[in-house]
Every structure is written in structure tokens, then in C-alpha cells.
């Protein structure tokens, strides 16, 4: 089955004027079409409040282009690209504004030939996506031949009631299989080759159980604090901002048991499955299994509130009631400010049963691990014990690597042209669907309630790996984090 | 348990005029000396029937170990080496060289400290191993109160007749534990490596059967002729010369079952296990599970038969009839002047069961196959499948590498310095025993037996990969060989 090109469609982004569209959606746009995934008749529709002239919109696209893009513009490609590109300012809550932008698009339709196929792009502030949706419905623009898809950024809610409100809204006018729900990791290669990885190859699935693996480890570290995003991270928090979203798309393609078919339902019911047996803590068990942090500077931070019990890291211990995963703790964190930027999933298998080199001790030993780097450097490397070369047997550990880019070369597509390709495509299997999202919540607050009770995160130094209490929650299990690679 | 230094101790070459003394023994003596891995008083006592006086050997060794050791000799080296160098001429039938040997082994133990402990080693002809043991009991050679141990070179008999009969002929002097019979590929560390790799790693053991494993690929290819060795090769031939010794000791430590303790016998133990699990093919059944090949020069070398139908190619299909390895075919190979020198073992798993990327068929899709490579570059190697990057979940083969010498650095000792060592500490661990070398013999016999009623090896290109029917001998069982490091 090869997925071919794209239909030519307009593409309008709500949100046009801000930071996402013009690093990531703008370029994306750009890119897909100088490498002739999409038809160069796609257009670009951009919306904001802010008051642009079209020409103003135009030249700012092309810095955002010049200075965002992984492919530079040249005038080639500038200009194809800038020819089907068009701007309407306006209010979300204006009616008017979407009868603008339904008499811009029939416009366009005739002058691209995009035959009434829309992706609605909501990459606005959260409050207005139902507004938005409701609005399209109301104002007939969905009303037309070609096929509409609404592309909804995170975050999805901010807990499981409002994502279900957001849900609820948002189905009122599309369909399920019209809502593409962004998590931009899993516009990764490394996160697609995952299930690759997995279920490509033979010798991997008989030791990926509770028999074989000993516990496993994702983590998702930044080296960096919230820079100019303070204000929104207050409100947010390391729980909401990753564990939720990149933590649990994570967890799920670890763990979840073979689909039937390479499709989006197929691999989001085992997805959801998965999250569905991951054991619900109670806010009072959270106190055991879920550490939060923040790190020392972080009240001084532009729009920080200087009493802040706002969290920058999170540690979690989650259990996965299942034949598979029963007694395998899955132990997932993320934090700002930490000693480097890397993400990755380590599977650390159990020790040998027994060790026949009398001068090494099973203890001291280290078992293998299996570890998936998404960032940076993406790979896979394995972990196993070797000889040292000499008269003794001793063994040490070594690495047995392979590097993505090392085989496949550098410039591969971005996470937002993959996601936006898929969109225009239809093949959901890369958003989230509903059932997920409201899983994922259920997963992460209580422990969110918990801290409501009271308590402040434990604080740790920018370039640690995070509180102390993070460490003791592996210590008391008898296992350690591995902090860095190696 | 360290292993310690051994104790000083003589080591007597036997055949000390000949290629093996001069390219490996006397240089292994002397880089192990300056390793700090033997004490400085070991002596070196050669004999050979070339009448060198002291100082022509000494003078003749400074030679070799310039030009064949490892480790160059400084002039402090030397003199610690030289000052421990004897020779006595003569004739092995002969009893008067032992009772010479006899009286300046008792000199140097008074000189050097040796206390009667002594290494014999026999460098020399096949047909003077039993003589020589023999002499060094029947004229007092080993009435010391220090200990004796017989190192016996390959080949150890011809066909299971004469190995057993050298081996009643050893053990009238010594005892089992006393012989230690030389395949120098179990000196090689990643020969060792092995069974760390097996034995110390939680996740291959449990994959490591007839459920997982598709078939075995054994190769031992050589880029060269025969050269000067024409002669002895006429009489010899590669099943003899390689496929007895060094193919079967690789079948065996890769088929083992865990053995009991890391010693010398608990470790043979499992070895001969296999090697009596192998099924015996009747000389008949040879005819479809062998396949000899000549290349095509062969002929024309020095001190070869221009009728010769001597083997320089043997490929054979072997049956482990156990519980482990019921059902998986072991596949061995070797040959001379081969497209490259590549001694390899190559575990092919089998296919998934089920493929879920609807752009690769299942049988497009290449089994994971994990290489432990002995010769060059010692390493392992595991093939998996992952996802090329794009839009489309295709499915490409790539490697995950360990380079022993990357992560260890070169230089570390050659398999004679290990042996030699071994058995001065008298760890028999690396050495053949008496049982294991029958079992050999016992395989491989049936199929000269089938060669001797007539036919004539299949003639291959120099550079080739072997004879045709080596190809088809996998045809056959739909698989085929992996020629090179792919």
C-alpha cells in the first residue's frame, strides 16, 4: 500500500501569527511541497487578530522561512509557495470573520483548484478550539464538496473533565475520524520505528514481557528552563506539558500488546488498551509513587510567581495490569533544567539466573538494557556483557549501537511535515484519538490532586537529574535511574 | 578467584628448529614474560635435531622474536629472555637427548629456580608424540617433585582410529589432566568471548533454541592456497586440517548447554554432550550432506599430486539431536583461497510470524541474524529491522555493531601466549580433551569414508565462495549462505 500524494486542499491555520506556525507549520508547508510530497497547487490560509496586510503575512512567512526551515527557500520554491498563500485577520468570536474566510476559500478553490478540502488547524490558545469548530459548522463552512480535517495542538484539556468537555465539543461537529489530535513525538522516526523495531523483528517480542524484563525507564530531560514561557508554564507544569502527552504516547507504544493492522484504529485500540490497565493510583498513593521538583531558579523566571508550587519535574512509578507487564514497574520522568537533553526509553532486563565467573558476582554484573534514543542522536543501542580480554574472566559491560542517521543520513522530515502530511492524507494513526487523551488524564490526576492537598515540590539545582526524593523512589525499589547515556 | 602467576617453571619445546617454535611459541614466551603474566625464571629448553649450538639458537631466537613477536624486544627485555635460553640437539629416538635434557633440566632448576616443574611441549611431527612421551617416563624425565604437563600440537591423529590410539599411547605416562591438546582457536578470545556472551547476558539464553533459531552458519574461510605447505596439505586435507578441529570446537561452545561451573571439565562436559548429540550420518547420507571442493590452482602447487584429490573446500550440514537444537540445521564451512579471510558464526533467527507493514511481505523481510565475528575484526553484530524514514512504513535491515578492538584497544595476547599460560597455571579450560577429540573424529570420519569410494571434489574459482554444490546444498533446504560481511 503506498499512501501517494495528497489531494490539493487549503490548509488554514487559526493562530497564523504565532510562534508555532511560524517555526514549525509555515515551514513544514514549505518543505513538503519542495519535496513534492504534497501538490504545489496546496494552499495556506492564514488567520490571526492580528491585523496583517496580505503582503505583510507574506514577507514574514518568507523570514520565518529563511530562518526556521530545515530546506532555505530559493526563489523557485518561494515563489510557488508564496503564490497560494493568503491571510484574514480577525476575531474567533466574530461570525464575520468566518464569512471572510469562507468567501477567501471559495476564492481559493477556484484560483488552486483545492476542490473544498480543508485542514482546519487550530494552533490557537486551547479556550477558543471549540469556538472555532463550532463556529465552522455554524457558519457553513464545512459545507462543501471536499473532504475537512480539523488539526487540534496540545494541550487537550488541562484535566480528564475538560478533556472530555473539549471532546464532546469538538465531536459535535466532526467526526472522530476528522479529529487529528497533535502529540508532535509521535511525528518522530525514532517513535514510529518503535513499533517497527518491535514487531519487525523476531528475537525481541519473546524476552518483551514481565518473565524477561526487569523494569523500564523513559525519560524525557531538557537542559533548559522555561525561558520567555513562564507565564503559560505557571499554569501548566511539567505534569501537563509532557508527562501526560509525550510520557504516555511513550508508555503505550512500549507497552502495548501487537495490533492486528498497520492502521490508526488497529494501533490505538492496543494503545488504549494498555493505558486502560495502567494500575490508578489513588490521590494517596500518589504520595509514594510520584515525585515532583522544581528547579532553584525557576521563581525567578519571567512571569513566575515567586511562591510558585508550580512543578518543572515529575517522577512517576506506574503499574500495568496486564499478562504481560504484571510486576514490571514502569518508572517515567521529566524535568527541566537537567543535566542534559535526552529522551529515551531504557528496558532493562533481569539479571542472569546464575553467573559462572567466579570472579565477577551476578551483583555486580549490570544486566542488559535495551535503550530506544529519541533525542538527541537517535538509535538504538544494547547493553551486554562482554569478556575482558586477558587470563581472568572478567566481564564489562559494553554497547552494541546502531545510529540512525549514521545509515539513513541527516535532513530527514520533521515531526510537523510528517503530521501534517499524514492530515492531508487522512491516516490518523499519528494523533491521538479521543479514548486516549481522556485515559491519559485519568492516569495523571490524581497524582495532580494529590498535590492539591498540600506540599510543595522537593527543589533541585539546574544541571542535577532532579530531587532528591526522585532518586530515593528508584532507591527504595532497589534500582537506580540511569542518568545519561551509558 | 584470580588465577595468579603460575610457578617458574622449565618449558621444553620439542621440534623448537621449527616454524610454530620460531613464529609463535618463542615470541609468546617472551611477550608473556614482559606482560608480568609468567615470573622471569622461566626457562626456555629447545630441542630438535638441528645441531645449533646456545648461542646459534639464541642468536637465531632475537631473529624470530624481532621479526614475529607482538611485543619487539628491547635490549632489557632480551637479556632477561636470553638468560634463560637453552638447547640441546638430538634425536628423539635416541635416549641419550633425554638423559642430555634430563641433566640440564636439573642444571637450570638449580640455576633459575624451577623446582622441577615443567611444560612439555610437542612442536614436532605427529608420529614423535607417542615416542616422546613415552621416552620422557621411561628415562626419569618426569620423576621431579615439580609438576609436568604435555602440551600435544594438532593434528591429533588422522581419523578416530589414531586419535585414540595417540591418546592410550599419552595416557600410559600422563595423566588426563596432565595433556593438554592444542586448538589454537580456542586461545582466540572471542572464542572464549562466546560462551561470556551466552553465559552472562539474560536475553540471548531464552532465544537461543530450536523455537527461535532458524539455522547456524559456521564459516572458516581463508583468501589464500596452500602455499609452501602443499606437501603436508596433499595428506591432510580441509576437513581434516580445520572442519575436525576448529569448526567442531565452534559447533560445540556455540550448542552448549550451560555448563555447571566455569572449569576445565565442567566445560568440556557440555561440549562433548553436543558433539555425541550430533547425529552420525552413515558414510551414504554423507553424499547429501557434504560437499568437497578443490580450487582450481590447487594442482599446480608445490608438493601437490597432479591427479590430487585432496580437499581444499568442505561444507556440511550437521543434526544436534536434543531438545535444544531438534529440527535447526548447522551449516560448517571451509575453505582456501575464498573471496575473503572470514571466520565467522552467524545465528540466523527465524522469520516473524506475522507482518504488519503492508508494503513488505513477510518473506521480503530479513530474519535477524546475530554474528559473532572471530576473524577480522573480532566483534558481534545483530541485523534487526527498522524503519526507513518517510512517509511510508517500509522496512530496511541494519546493523548494530560491537567492535571488540574499539572498546578494548588491539594489542591484547595472541591465542599462543594464552595457551602457553593456561597451561602453566595448569587450567585445561582452552585445551581438548581426550573424549571431545573422538566425538571429532567420530563426525567427520563417515564423510571421508563416503569420499574415499570415488568421486572428486567440485572444482571453484580462486575468489569464489566454493563449489557449486555448496550453494546448492542450502538451495535444498531454501536458505542460502552469507558470503561476506554483507
Redesign the interface.
Known sequence: ???GTPDACAVVIFGASGDLASKKLLPALHNLQVDG?IPKETALLGTARTRFTHEQFAADTRKDLEKNSRISPTDDSWATFASDIFYVPGDVNDPALFQELKQKLEEIDERCGTGGNRVWYLSTLPAMFATIAEQLGKEGLLDTAGWHRLVVEKPFGHDLASARQLNTDLLRTFAEDQVFRIDHYLGK?TV??L???R?????F???WNR??VDSVQITFAEDFGVGSRGKFYEDTGALRDVAQNHLMQLLSLTAME??V??DADAIRDEKVQVLKAVRRWTPSECGEVAVRGQYKGYRDEDGVDVRSSTETYIAMKLRIDNWRWEGVPFYLRTGKCMAETLTEIAIQ????????????AVEE?E??V?VIRIKPDEG???T??????????E?RT?????D?EA??GSG??EAYE?LL??AM?GDATLFTRSDEIEQAWEIVDPIREHWMQGGRPGSYDEGSWGPRAATELLTRDGRSWRNGRS
Request: no cysteine; proline share 10%; hydrophobic share 50%.
Open positions: 500500500m503506498t499512501k510530497f522516526e514510529q520505528n513499533l517497527v523495531f514487531f519487525a523483528n523476531a528475537i517480542e519473546p524476552i518473565r524477561y501487537p495490533p493492522a498497520w532486563f533481569q539479571r542472569v539466573p546464575h553467573l559462572l565467573f567466579a570472579k565477577t554484573l544486566p542488559n535495551l538504538i543501542s544494547l551486554f556483557g562482554t569478556k575482558i580480554p586477558g587470563p581472568e574472566v566481564v559494553v554497547d552494541m549501537d546502531f540512525y545509515d539513513f530527514t522530515a510528517r502530511l499524514e492524507l
